[in-house]
């Protein structure tokens, strides 16, 4: 069964850094893209960040390019979003999702999510 | 930028009625369109891609349609355990959701 686990959230200030894990399982992880997608309190869906198996390739959202940083390694099964200069809109649920049957940017499991909230 | 547009925003249905779910998107998405369920808490959940094909272990009751522009998901008969918040989701270009559909009892 896959499995994905995400951890690293937390409160942090305006400003500053924060580094989110997912840990997976249940399938062979060097072969599929990964993603991170977050909710906004009282908001919807937005597509954060993904990255091709090898690692080889990285894609962001405008809203966060220059300032997150997606990266894995493929020998312990994990995947990685580090956060910085981070803002109040940055609060939200983080998700991580695998890519579905080699398209990256289908997002199938998801994680239960971690909760990452920007305040003073 | 394409835009996804879902509508309605709520739908209130009653269990066993059939429940019809619409998404737009400003321009052709071919048939690369998803739908996910989400329920409060918990992970969301692929139940159609490529515009119409069920995922695994989705219930037969979950069906979609459409091409383009327009797309539409379909419960056919509501059980408890599908109020939810439904979101489409175009893959054809950088992936991009709609705002949701909460589909609630009524």
């Known amino acids: 069964e896959v499995q994905l686990l995400e951890s690293g959230g937390g409160l942090v200030q305006p400003g500053g850094s924060l580094r989110l894990s997912c840990a997976a399982s249940?399938?062979?992880?060097?072969?599929?893209?990964m993603n991170w997608i977050r909710q906004a309190p009282g908001k919807g869906l937005e597509w954060v960040s993904g990255?091709?198996?090898?690692?080889?390739?990285?894609y962001y959202a405008d809203s966060v390019k220059g300032h997150f940083t997606i990266s894995r390694d493929n020998s312990k099964n994990m995947v990685y979003l580090q956060m910085n200069s981070l803002r109040d809109e940055d609060t939200a649920v983080y998700y991580c999702a695998k890519g579905h049957l080699g398209v990256t940017f289908r997002f199938d499991p998801w994680g239960q999510g971690t909760l990452v909230t920007v305040s003073s | 930028e394409v835009v996804m547009t879902q509508s309605p925003a709520t739908l209130s249905v009653s269990p066993g009625e059939r429940a019809t779910l619409s998404c737009r998107a400003s321009q052709s998405v071919a048939g690369n369109l998803a739908w996910y369920q989400h329920k409060p808490g918990q992970a969301p959940r692929l139940l159609i891609y490529g515009a119409s094909t069920r995922a695994t272990g989705v219930p037969a009751r979950f069906s979609g349609s459409g091409s383009g522009t327009e797309f539409t998901l379909t419960i056919s008969s509501l059980q408890s355990e599908d109020f939810a918040v439904y979101y489409c989701q175009q893959y054809n270009f950088w992936p991009l959701f709609g705002g949701g559909t909460k589909v609630e009892i009524k």
């Open positions: 990255i091709s198996g090898s690692g080889g390739s990285t």
């Open positions: 249940g399938f062979t992880f060097h072969t599929q893209a």
